[in-house]
Each structure stands twice: as structure tokens, then as C-alpha cells.
């Protein structure tokens, strides 16, 4: 494999390999990216509904790479062609047999609670250096499910105004949410919303996803 | 015992952003802190051109009978000065943390507008609680 033992210096980030593990990027560099990105936005839009829209868009484009970028690291199977040179198989075979392992090392999640865990853990912890606070099934609707978190690492630094009511920054998240669902085959509506909390003067921020019906059907026809 | 009386910041072309009072006498409405963050601003700006020495960046410790003033100037021209005690400590630190508490939650806000009233709630909470804080470790020495 090529750079193995040598640390090699990058001049372009595009030439990193991405296999490169987790990297880290300075906080308040991400704060001040995103907060234009909000202001950027608010120039554009009339109001807020349009404003929260556009930053779940913003979040929909991350949410899909990251699930591609997630799905590439977790490889689990490591092929080695010396393996296949002492048996003599006709080239198209070779092939198949080469793709038919790879897909086996890294199973795509099918099922509603494993997509879940993956977001709740994985997404989170790649994106935010933390598992998010917890995970729950609504209890009016079969079809919610919400993430919770004590405060989203992209409100951090954001203090909403009065006049701006119950608009949420979180919506980005969704957004990453929503595109990491979609990109799976589990298409949902996801929002961020306040929560208030009793004794707490900031309030918790809770993603609620709504799954679509065509989910739900499969999910129940898989037992 | 309240060492802090009150804390203003003023932008760089002398407006005044914020000001706290922390229960002093003499409390200001929004008029005369105006004024007198102007007339800070003045005179912080004068004394750079009247000191006999080179390269001076203006007032740092103003010391009165009944009370101290401390002043920090940030590298954009945005300055932080509270109103304290004779003879309170660590004044300066105090500043340098407000500084950063600025930096942290007013300037990463997008909602803030660059040199106008500073309206963060997140800045206000953590604000206090340096204050909190600092009072505590006044108390304790």
C-alpha cells in the first residue's frame, strides 16, 4: 500500500486519502464558517420558514457525503490478491468473486432502529466528537423517533433573538440527519426543535425524525 | 461587597455596546452611560497623544479616591473598562476573560451586528458567572 510507515506531508487537502481517520478542525474556525453561512442565508430569505429551510438544504449535502464517507471507512474486509494467485480461475470470475467480498465486509443497515443507532453514534461522533445524549421513540406517533441533545455543538455560540421566535440553527442538523436517511433508503421529515427544560434555563434541542409511510410498510414486513 | 461597580464597552468610534451596573450608587440611565462612555473614549484617545513616552496605547488604570478604573483595549480598538474598588485586584484578567467571553459569544453570533448594542443572551449568562466567579475568589483571599 502506498505510505505506509512514511508521513507524508499534504500541500493539497484534495490529494489526502480519505481513509486518513478522524480529523479535527478548530472550533471556533467551524463557529465562524457557520455563523456566516446563517448570515448568508438571512440576506437571501424573507422569512424565517425560508431561512430554516435553506439551512436543512445546507445540511441535506453534508448528510449525504458523510454517509458515503462513513460507509468507505467502515470497511471491514481487507483483500488481499495474493491470496487469489495460486488458483487458476478465469478472469471474470476473479472479478465477481473480488466484489461479492467487499459488499459482504460492510453491510449496508436495512432495518429502522440499526439506521438510528448508526446516526445516534457513528454520524454523531464522527461530526461532533460525542454520541448524542440520547435516543427515543415518540409516544403519540409510531412513525417519530427523536435525537436529544443537551445543546447542539452548532449553537454554542448562537443566541437567538426574541424577534426571531422559535428558530433553531439546529435546523442544519436535521438537515445532515435527513441526508444521511435519505442517502440509506429511509426517507424522513426531520426538524430540530426547543425543548424547555424544568430547573434549566437553556433548553434542550430535540430532532425529531418522522419516517415515511413506505418505512414503516417495510419495516413491518421484515418482521 | 460588590468590588466591580459596573462594566461598559465601547466600540471602536467610542459608542457605547454594553453596560452592566452592579449595584452601585451610582447608577446610570441610558443617557449619561452614553455620555460618559463618549467622554472615556476621548480621553483614552488623547492621553495615546499626550504621553511623553513613545508607543503608548492609551489609559489602562485611571485611580480616583472612591473608585479605580481599569481599561483594555483590544487590538480592533473595541475597549473593555469596568469601574471598581480602590485597590481591587486582577482587574486585568477579568478584562482578558470578558475579552474572550466577547469574542466567543457576541462575535460568533450571526445574529450580532458588528458595532451596535450587544443583545446576547448567552453572553449575559456566562458574563455573570465570571463575575460570580471572580467575587467568590475575592471573597476567599
Known sequence: MIG???????????????????????????????????????????????????LEDAGYAVGARVLELLCHREKLCHISW???????????????LFVETAIEGNRR?????GILSFVHST????????????????????DEYMISEKELLVNRFISIPKDMGTFNCGAFVAGIVRGVLDSAGFPAVVTAHFVPVEGQQRPRTTILIKFAEEVLQREARLG | MAAI????????????????????????????????????????????????TFGCSGIELLEADTFDLHCFQSLTGT???????????????????????????VLKNPFYEMEMPIRCELFDCNLSQAIQKDRVALLGR
Open chain 1, 4 to 54: 505506509v510507515g512514511k508521513i507524508k506531508q499534504y500541500t493539497n487537502v484534495l490529494e489526502k486519502p480519505i481513509n486518513k481517520g478522524k480529523q479535527e478542525v478548530s472550533l471556533s474556525a467551524f463557529a465562524f464558517l457557520f455563523s456566516e453561512l446563517v448570515q448568508y442565508n438571512q440576506t437571501h430569505v424573507d422569512n424565517i420558514a425560508e431561512l430554516e429551510r435553506r
Open chain 1, 82 to 96: 495474493a491470496g487469489f494467485e495460486s488458483l487458476s480461475f478465469p478472469s471474470h470470475v476473479w472479478i465477481r
Open chain 1, 109 to 113: 443497515e436495512t432495518r429502522l432502529l
Open chain 1, 123 to 142: 454520524v454523531w461522533k464522527v461530526l461532533f466528537g460525542k454520541v448524542a445524549d440520547s435516543l427515543e421513540k415518540g409516544t403519540e406517533h409510531e
Open chain 2, 5 to 52: 461597580y459596573s462594566l461598559f464597552i465601547i466600540n471602536k468610534s467610542g459608542g457605547l455596546i454594553f453596560y452592566k451596573d452592579y449595584g452601585s450608587a451610582g447608577r446610570m440611565d441610558t443617557n449619561d452611560s452614553l455620555r460618559v462612555a463618549s467622554l472615556w473614549h476621548s480621553m483614552h484617545a488623547i492621553s495615546q497623544q499626550l504621553s511623553p
Open chain 2, 79 to 105: 475597549k473593555f473598562f469596568v469601574v471598581c474598588e480602590p485597590g481591587t485586584q486582577h482587574m486585568e484578567s477579568l478584562l482578558k476573560v470578558i475579552y474572550e467571553l466577547y469574542t466567543d459569544y
